[in-house]
């Protein structure tokens, strides 16, 4: 005959813990502030108050929240900076700037390069390769919209003439330098003194000849690639920040090397701000009609540009930069 169950053959699994489950989060007060200088692969170098160099993690914590050169953090852990040792990043503080771009015009999503920024250098070189306007003026928007101040570097003077539409920027009030092989150090180090600094260019212009003449102790940060960590890996896929301070203080200023830049999109930045950008053209753009596109044949940029009837190629070519970057096709 079966035998019947009742209510107290039913087994009941027990709980995992008796520990009731706490929201509140740890403060980690006892974090230790740090500098991201390089993220590769899932591990991040810092480098703390003290100069010691550290390879951590990002911890889950934090959620999606990214960590990009630049950053000031809280680790907890390991932070001995002993080969081997991991330390764990669970703070990043509000950031005052980004630098970012869209991979292209067309595309929506936006990738933040680094942070908190005093200077966006934008070095160029006078030939080989040749300057390029429309990239320059990218630039510039970004660093107009986040609170940057630009700086224009020409180098290869002595191979090629500065282009003459640099004069262009020196009426919108950007700095522009021109160096050429051989010249001193001492100017460029003055400017860099005390900041952090971003060098911001195409493959070729030489950004990696002066990171070599300014930052000497470079290696030093780098060091060599642990294979399990990956400390101290930098490629040219990937920004990295050096002290200009031999002794690591952080206090001496930055400065940020980035990989040659093939494409730099606004798509993330609303057109009025890159409008903005162009105040040699603000007070024209302010007489044309409301809702204007910037690209009919009743916009006042047509007008101001060939007063008379006679274009001038230096307005001209301002405003089609303009045009460019607000993706407007002329026919």
Known sequence: MAREFDESDVRIRPARSTRPR???RPSHSDAIHALVTTVDRGRTTCIT???VIVTAMRSRE?????????????IV???????????????????????????????????TIVANIDQLIIVVAATNPEPRRGLIDRFLVSAFHEGIAPIILVTKTDLGALPEFMSEYELLNVPVISRKKGDGLESLQALLKGKTSVLVGHSGVGKSTLINALVHHAQRVIGEVNDVTGRGRHTSSSAIALPLSPHLKLS????IDTPGIRAFGLAHIDPNR????????AEVIAQCMPNCSHSEAGCA?????????VEIPERQARIQSLRSLLDIKLD
């Open 22 to 24: 706490s929201k509140d």
């Open 274 to 281: 890159i409008i903005a950008s162009f105040s040699d053209l």
């Open 49 to 51: 108050d003290e100069g």
């Open 252 to 255: 001496d200023g930055w400065i």
């Open 301 to 309: 940029l047509n007008k101001w540009a060939a007063p008379g009837g």
């Open 62 to 74: 934090l959620g999606p929240k990214s960590v990009v050169v630049g950053d000031h953090v809280g």
């Open 77 to 111: 852990g390991d932070t001995s900076g002993t080969v081997g040792s991991l330390a764990r990043i669970v703070i990043v503080q509000e950031r005052k700037n980004s630098l970012s771009r869209t991979v292209d015009d067309n595309a929506k999503v936006e990738r």
